[in-house]
């Protein structure tokens, strides 16, 4: 079965510095990997997946991803962190039964003036 | 399109009530699931369906029902609230084709039971 571990509730950086929160997977076939925000008393916003194609996955508002099989990650990156990022950050890996997502506990961001 | 939509924003039950939590999609969206969020917890998978009529339960199902007569609407049935049922409750649907496996959320409830 997958599964999805987010290292760290919570990172602090900032404003300007380099963003990474942390997420490492387990899964027995190829994966599809998200990672999704959430915005305070928001619902859940997609920020980029990887299908397969290219590894380095570009997603929105300057987030990247990179994908490392021989690793079991996908760590999400923005170069310098904005006031505006401060968010929830999940992790989370398809499942092919029912279509479902796995998804990680959660990485709080917070940035620091 | 409004994307997914979820009533209540928020409600407070009192133990051993019922409600309904509603969602609703308009992308034609075979897929639908529902979610609960914790702190620190992420979300877990309650109940999900693969098109009107059918239905399976997620990780957490216990103390809920869904139903799903159209493709539009998956509602959420607690009965008899318990505070353990407190909690952000979320929808999301997807179109599952092509490997798209983008789930789209709705704005969630909040949900209280004292």
């Known amino acids: 079965a997958q599964s999805v571990t987010q290292l760290g509730s919570h990172v602090s950086v900032s404003e300007g510095a380099l963003v990474l929160l942390r997420c490492n997977y387990s899964s027995s076939v190829p994966p599809y990997l998200f990672w999704y925000v959430q915005y305070p008393n928001q619902g859940l916003q997609l920020l980029l997946k990887?299908?397969?194609?290219?590894?380095l996955v570009k997603g929105i508002n300057g987030f990247e991803a990179e994908f490392k099989k021989s690793e079991t990650s996908f760590h999400l990156t923005k170069p310098s962190a904005h006031m505006s990022d401060a968010a929830e950050y999940f992790c989370?890996?398809?499942?092919?039964?029912?279509?479902?997502?796995?998804f990680g506990q959660g990485t709080e961001l917070s940035v620091k003036p | 399109n409004a994307g997914v939509t979820q009533t209540p924003k928020f409600r407070i039950l009192k133990i051993g009530q019922s409600m309904t939590l509603q969602c609703t999609q308009d992308m034609n969206h075979n897929y639908m699931y529902w979610y609960r969020q914790d702190p620190g917890m992420g979300l877990k998978l309650i109940y999900y369906s693969v098109g009107a009529g059918i239905t399976d339960k997620g990780e957490v199902p216990n103390g809920y029902n869904v139903s799903r007569s159209t493709t539009e609407d998956f509602p959420l049935r607690l009965e008899l609230a318990a505070p353990s049922q407190t909690s952000v409750y979320f929808c999301a649907s997807t179109r599952r084709d092509r490997q798209n496996y983008e789930q789209y959320f709705g704005p969630g409830t909040r949900l209280t039971v004292t």
């Open positions: 989370a890996v398809h499942e092919n039964q029912g279509g479902k997502l796995i």
């Open positions: 990887y299908t397969s194609a290219a590894t």
